[in-house]
Nanobody
Framework: QVQLVESGGGLVQAGGSLRLSCTAS????????MGWFRQAPGKEREFVAR????????YYADSVKGRFTISRDNSKNTVYLQMNSLKPEDTAVYYC?????????????WGQGTQVTVSS
């Protein structure tokens, strides 16, 4: 079965950086686009970033553009989210996701999430 396991979350001060990782198993990783989402307390889950199968095409939410970078290493079945210039409003549980139509925004597999907390 498909498994997505996130890591790298934690507590960081505003202006700091974190790198999240998501390692996938049970699928042909290099065939799938990958996405990152987040959900803050009391809010709906929101899209953060997406990368295509090769890593050559990326797409970001306006709220993180210029601060976050999504990338992938197909040899390690891993997708990354480098988060710089973090703000308190970035505090959320971050999830990676994928699916056969992830490149079209349709995600069917989700990780368990990793908590990111940004203190002011």
């Amino acid at each position: 079965q498909v498994q997505l396991v996130e890591s790298g979350g934690g507590l960081v001060q505003a202006g700091g950086s974190l790198r999240l990782s998501c390692t996938a198993s049970g699928l042909s990783f290099r065939s799938y686009a990958m996405g990152w989402f987040r959900q803050a307390p009391g809010k709906e889950r929101e899209f953060v970033a997406r990368v295509n199968w090769s890593g050559g095409s990326t797409y970001y939410a306006d709220s993180v553009k210029g601060r976050f970078t999504i990338s992938r290493d197909n040899s390690k079945n891993t997708v990354y989210l480098q988060m710089n210039s973090l703000k308190p409003e970035d505090t959320a549980v971050y999830y990676c996701a994928t699916g056969r139509r992830a490149d079209l925004g349709d995600y069917e597999y989700w990780g368990q999430g990793t908590q990111v907390t940004v203190s002011s």
